[in-house]
């Protein structure tokens, strides 16, 4: 009976050292070049599109990691940011430029202070904008431009309808007119157009301090524009030239 009682425990012995070889042999592959460590990654992260140009928000609270990497995955392009060594409570930002029109794709690691660990690597997706996008954009039309003696200035009436970028229908966010007073001064009148009534904004604009009638008057104008209300650039039109 102690026979088959020694067996017995020499058999489960035999089942506890295999079953216990199997799960080490379950790591070994992640311990063949030893043990890995790594600093703090990004903890949140916000990022915004611009013209060929991207906002990075971060907050990364390990200060462990003192520089953000960012790279492009389809270029060798490389941006090494410095993380604030003082504030890990509020949000840093950075900026990334040469930035494709259109999808990027971005890759990112903290590094600590020599470079020899990093965070677990991180990636997003973001939208740019550029020359292809301005290229659709147009002025509003001008119906006309008379000269008020009351208030001794030009009125530009604009067509009452706004003008729509096609791609994204995206309407005018307003307008700019330049020229020159009559003491020969440069000067921009800008109207930002009310959010509430993008479609049909206010048709006229005063300008100010023009030449009298009697002279020869250019002015140049175009329209402000932005694909989407996160973008961090204002796109503008080619100016448009008017001969009074």
Not at 137 to 146: A, E, M, P
Request: hydrophobic share 35%; charged share 20%.
């Amino acid at each position: 009976m102690k026979n088959i009682i020694y067996s017995v425990i020499i058999l489960f012995a035999s089942f506890w050292f295999v079953a216990c070889d199997n799960v080490n042999s379950m790591h070994d592959k992640y311990l063949a070049d030893g043990e890995k460590f790594y600093v703090g990654k990004v903890d949140s992260f916000r990022i915004y599109g611009g013209k060929n140009r991207a906002k990075f928000v971060v907050w990364v609270g390990d200060f462990r990691s003192t520089n953000l990497v960012v790279s492009r995955i389809d270029t060798s392009l490389i941006y090494n940011f410095k993380l604030s060594e003082s504030n890990r409570m509020d949000s840093m930002v950075f900026y990334i430029d040469n930035l494709k029109e259109g999808t990027n794709i971005l890759n990112w690691n903290t590094w600590n202070v020599d470079s020899t660990v990093k965070s677990i690597p991180q990636s997003t997706s973001v939208t740019a904008w550029g020359e292809r996008f301005e290229s659709f954009l147009s002025n509003r039309k001008i119906v006309t431009v008379t000269y008020k003696t009351l208030f001794k200035a030009y009125t530009i009436t604009w067509e009452a309808s706004n003008v729509k970028e096609p791609t994204f229908s995206t309407y005018a966010l307003g307008h700019e007119v330049n020229y020159q007073t009559k003491n020969n001064n440069d000067t921009v009148v800008q109207v930002i157009y009310d959010p509430e009534s993008l479609t049909a904004p206010s048709t006229t604009t005063k300008l100010p301090n023009l030449s009298t009638p009697n002279d020869k008057i250019n002015i140049k104008y175009r329209m402000l524009f932005k694909p989407v209300s996160s973008c961090i650039d204002t796109f503008r039109t080619a100016y448009s030239t008017l001969e009074l």
